[in-house]
Antibody
Framework: QVHLEQSGAEVKQPGASLKVSCKAS????????ISWVRQAPGQGLEWMGW????????KSAQKFQGRVTMTTDTSTTTAYMELGSLRSDDTAVYYC???????????WGQGTLVTVSS | DIQMTQSPSSLSASVGDRVTITCRAS??????LAWYQQKPGKVPRLLIY???TLQSGVPSRFSGSGSGTDFTLTISSLQPEDVATYYC?????????FGQGTRLEIK
């Protein structure tokens, strides 16, 4: 069965960088992409960007351009999302989700809580 | 960018009631519209995609309709386990946009 396992919770200082991993199993990793979504405390869902595992192409929301880097490692079927220059308002749960072109997000990781605080 | 506006933002209804949530896109998105359910402290769950196709395993009391700019999610007979926040999402192209959510409670 399809499963996305994310890395554990983190506490970061303002100005630091964050790297969240998302290990996929149960399907052909290269046949789908991965999208990243975050949810600040008490707030809604916010799409951050996607990466095509097949060709490595990425697209990010304008808000995160220049600050987010998405990569994949096909040898370990793991996707990574790195967010730099962290601020307190980056405190959120970060989710990975399986993504296909013109497809909804049918499987999600369990979420990674990131707290940005000095 | 396209905006997705849900209404109402919150809703209280009784068990057995028919509940309808609407989602309006600022531009036409054909039927590239999904609905997600998120229970408190849980991961979002895909309920409906392509505006009206029920995801496998989702109870048949959930249904979706619409095309273009106006969409609805209907729960035909509200159950206690349906307490959650519901989000619409347009997914046909970047940027992917979620509605702001509708919080559903039991009266």
């Amino acid at each position: 069965q399809v499963h996305l396992e994310q890395s554990g919770a983190e506490v970061k200082q303002p100005g630091a960088s964050l790297k969240v991993s998302c290990k996929a199993s149960g399907y052909t990793f290269s046949s789908y992409g991965i999208s990243w979504v975050r949810q600040a405390p008490g707030q809604g869902l916010e799409w951050m960007g996607w990466i095509s595992v097949y060709n490595g192409k990425t697209k990010s929301a304008q808000k995160f351009q220049g600050r987010v880097t998405m990569t994949t490692d096909t040898s370990t079927t793991t996707a990574y999302m790195e967010l730099g220059s962290l601020r307190s308002d980056d405190t959120a749960v970060y989710y990975c989700a399986r993504w296909g072109w013109n497809d909804p997000f049918d499987y999600w990781g369990q979420g990674t809580l990131v707290t940005v605080s000095s | 960018d396209i905006q997705m506006t849900q209404s109402p933002s919150s809703l209280s209804a009784s068990v057995g009631d028919r509940v309808t949530i609407t989602c309006r896109a600022s531009q036409g998105i054909s039927n590239y519209l999904a609905w997600y359910q998120q229970k408190p402290g849980k991961v979002p769950r895909l309920l409906i995609y392509a505006a009206s196709t029920l995801q496998s395993g989702v109870p048949s009391r959930f249904s979706g309709s619409g095309s273009g700019t106006d969409f609805t999610l209907t729960i035909s007979s509200l159950q206690p386990e349906d307490v959650a926040t519901y989000y619409c999402q347009k997914y046909n192209s970047a940027p992917i946009i979620f509605g702001q959510g509708t919080r559903l409670e039991i009266k």
